[in-house]
């Protein structure tokens, strides 16, 4: 009788423990806090109730960037190491490692959300193969942060008076554009760049305009001109090993799920960006943001002309050169699936 207890006190411990194991555990390096509600209100809510959000048995180990003193720029690294088995990618930041992921944003290519949304979908077969090959990732989602506009301590009346201010950039793309208008592209993260403003390091900043009302940028600037250079797209990304041994039902609920995610994003990304935009100048309705009263600066046609010439004569040319020496089909995969939708052979 002894030994049949112990045998079946070790049959029910063996049972709790298989039971157990069938509930995975996932660490997940998320967006930073700083950059606002998206990652406060749609993504960290997302993560955090991951099990029952995608009706899997997998728990998610949720932290921001910033939190745990990862740079943003170096999400693929973090991403092929393994270290977390899901790692949002910020894809200005993480294309100094891979000119290949910048293709469906750069300046003026995706400047409004329905472009955007098609430049995307296209990509997205190239991104994830380009993804799973070099840095052993899955692609799960992409969404915009939304159309990246400028903020000026200093006044300004149009793009051309950017010449000889220095201008907070995030990517070789816009540097180069801002270096064509004359001014001076400065290189600084996010979460530093609301101190670089305050103390003089930079005159203007770029940036959309609810994730700078989040982090305080017109406390320290005084014009805000909503002019789309960049649509400012971010991606979520799964180790491929971890991917690979999940079983072909929760693939097919997380694929189902993130896509969810992403349509409810892509649609609340627009909503904040029309809020903000209203709320940095004073205007109503003001819901989502701290409202301030910065001067808007009027966008006029000479101006969009400007970004979206941009893409022939500055960007396009700029990054294919640079990404075709990375990868070799770079360029023509881009023409081949985004050229149609701009019209560009």
């Not at 899955?138 to 990246?148: A, D, I, R, T």
């Not at 609340?268 to 001067?295: H, I, Q, W």
Request: charged share 25%; net charge positive.
């Amino acid at each position: 009788m002894k030994l049949l207890k112990i045998a079946l006190s070790c049959a029910l411990a063996l049972g709790l423990t298989a039971g157990h194991a069938q509930n995975l555990k996932l660490r997940a390096a998320g967006n930073l806090v700083a950059t606002g509600l998206i990652q406060q209100t749609k993504e960290q809510p997302f993560f955090e109730n991951f099990a029952k959000n995608t009706g899997t048995p997998i728990d998610v180990d949720y932290k921001p960037m910033d939190v745990l003193g990862v740079k943003d720029a170096d999400g693929l690294r973090v991403l092929k190491s393994g270290l977390f088995d899901i790692v949002t990618l910020r894809l200005a930041q993480v294309s100094r490692d891979e000119p290949f992921f910048l293709g469906p944003d750069i300046v003026g290519l995706s400047t409004d959300y329905e472009t955007a949304r098609k430049v995307v979908d296209a990509y997205r077969e190239a991104f994830d193969k380009r993804l799973q090959e070099r840095y052993g990732g899955k692609l799960l989602g992409v969404y915009p942060f939304g159309p990246q506009v400028v903020f000026c301590k200093v006044p300004i009346g149009g793009l051309a008076d950017l010449k000889a201010k220095k201008v907070r950039v995030y990517d070789a793309s816009l540097a180069k554009f801002i270096e064509k208008l004359g001014g001076i592209p400065v290189t600084i993260p996010f979460g530093e760049t609301q101190q670089a403003l305050e103390r003089g390091v930079t005159d203007c900043a770029i940036t959309g305009p609810s994730s700078a009302n989040s982090a305080g940028w017109p406390e320290v600037t005084t014009h805000f001109m909503p002019i789309g250079f960049q649509i400012a797209l971010n991606a979520y990304a799964m180790n491929l090993d971890k991917w690979n041994k999940l079983p072909a039902d929760q693939k097919a609920k997380l694929t189902e799920s993130f896509k969810k995610f992403e349509t409810e994003v892509w649609a609340y990304s627009k909503e904040l960006f029309d809020d903000a935009a209203r709320c940095n100048v004073g205007k109503e309705p003001c819901k989502t943001v701290k409202k301030y009263k910065m001067t808007d600066v009027p966008v006029s046609a000479a101006d969009n002309k400007l970004i979206h010439d941009a893409l022939m004569t500055v960007s396009l040319p700029t990054w294919s050169e640079v990404c075709d020496k990375s990868y070799d089909k770079c360029s023509a995969t881009w023409k081949q699936v985004v050229g149609p939708i701009v019209g560009i052979k």
